[in-house]
């Protein structure tokens, strides 16, 4: 039995097992019982080794989860799905990188459309709302060589039987909380797989300007004028019209088009 040895304990590999219902995604399966990070153990996979391309990695008692920006990740033991899939896109340009993203972002959203069938939205970046309720967030982390991504960490947290929370977050909400049911953590996280997988796979066929305009089509709030705020607290109206290259969004102002990354605006809600 395998053993990772992080900050606070030795951690015990208790699984080592694969998905069953997809064609790579999980072939290569480490569950654990209790892990600090699951992007951060498949970082030091990555600092030692080759992993096959879809390896996961995956906890249901996630202590120390990070999200977009250093945000710290509630998550209650036993309750909710935290995943890693090890991915090595290499045919994706570095210039090109968050079609990677919109890619995962769609099959998480297909995911929690499964279950969840009214108010299902991608927030730009890459969190997915019920309405204006965050139940899911992803953090993707590339390797970047030469003009091509060498590696991928594809950090998924979501939100399944919780129904309180305790951390400062602003507008949480969970599976149980929208249907008021009870699900099984291992049968989502196999259905799951399969939709990233699914969607990664119609990225490998080049079907780029499909899934582009399909990020678009499931942007929450996109082509409404809504409230916006910048870091300094200046509110504005802003409609979203695109999202440029690496990412950015895009808004139409009354300063005209203006581009914006992570943390430079967020959603007034």
């Known amino acids: ?21 997809t064609l790579f995604i ?3 399966y480490h ?7 699951t992007n951060e153990y498949a970082k030091r996979l990555l600092s030692k080794s080759k992993p096959l391309d879809g390896t ?8 120390a989860g990070m999200g977009q920006g250093g945000s710290f990740w509630e998550s209650e033991p036993d309750k909710n799905i935290s995943m890693s899939v090890i991915l090595h896109p290499h045919f994706i340009n570095a210039q090109e990188q968050f079609i990677l993203n919109q890619a995962v972002a769609l099959g998480v959203l297909d995911f929690v459309k499964k279950y969840i069938n009214v108010g299902a939205k ?11 309720k965050k139940i899911a967030g992803i953090l993707i982390q590339n390797t970047l060589i030469s003009k091509h991504i060498q590696s991928s960490i594809i950090g998924v947290g979501i939100n399944i039987n919780q129904t309180i929370f305790e951390s400062d977050a602003p507008n949480p909400t969970s599976f149980k909380l929208e249907t008021q049911k009870d699900f099984d953590l291992d049968e989502l996280l196999e259905m799951l797989c399969w939709k990233i997988e699914t969607r990664y796979l119609q990225l490998k066929t080049d079907a780029t300007q499909k899934l582009k305009a399909e ?38 102002t009354q300063k005209g088009i203006q581009n914006f990354n992570t943390k430079e605006v967020k959603f007034v809600i």
């Open 26 to 28: 999980g072939k290569k």
């Open 31 to 37: 569950h654990f019982s209790e892990l600090a990070s």
């Open 56 to 63: 996961v990695i995956s906890t249901y008692r996630q202590v």
């Open 215 to 252: 990020y678009l089509e499931n942007l929450y709030r996109y082509m409404e004028d809504v409230l916006y705020q910048l870091p300094d607290g200046e509110i504005f109206t802003g409609r979203i019209i695109g999202v440029a290259s690496f990412g950015k969004l895009s808004l139409q």
């Open 122 to 132: 991608i927030k730009w970046s890459n969190d997915i709302y019920i309405f204006d």
């Open 1 to 21: 039995m395998s053993i990772l040895k992080n900050r606070t304990k030795i951690i015990k590999l208790t699984q080592l097992n694969t998905i069953q219902k």
